[in-house]
């Protein structure tokens, strides 16, 4: 019989304290819940807060460039856009240049909603971006992205 494989506890330790994947992961769901708490009395979530944004645009933008700037697929995105959908807050229509396609579009009051939500989203950035201690906000925000 063969000797069981094992990792050992040192090799933990280092994952832990050197894994960029974990770190930004456990930093990104502090953040996830520190904006949810933030928006809660708008009864909106970070991530609804990025998709309305996201489609606070001049034209409707279609389904698919959403998708890659919320860094999702198409098929969790809709899933995501149904709660606003039920609330009124997007409508989804036919592209009218391919009726394949769909265009996403906030309603007025998606609108109004959004423009609520705004200040909160900002208070709390500018309250994580002050602690930060010793860090530039402009760096990281260019290392994030170069890792996306």
Known sequence: MSKPLSVPFETTLHVRDYCLCLHVQRAARAL???FD????PLALTNG?????MSLNRPEPPPLGPVANLLAMDRTTL???LKPLERR???IVTPDPRDKRSRR????????ALLASAVPI???THDAVEAGLPGSDPDRLR?????LS
């Open 32 to 34: 996830a819940r520190r």
């Open 37 to 40: 708490e933030a928006l809660r």
């Open 48 to 52: 609804q807060f990025s998709l309305l």
């Open 78 to 80: 809709t899933a995501a």
């Open 88 to 90: 009124g807050l997007v």
């Open 104 to 111: 996403l579009k906030l309603t007025p009051e998606g609108i």
């Open 121 to 123: 989203w900002q208070r």
């Open 142 to 146: 260019q290392d994030l992205m170069a």
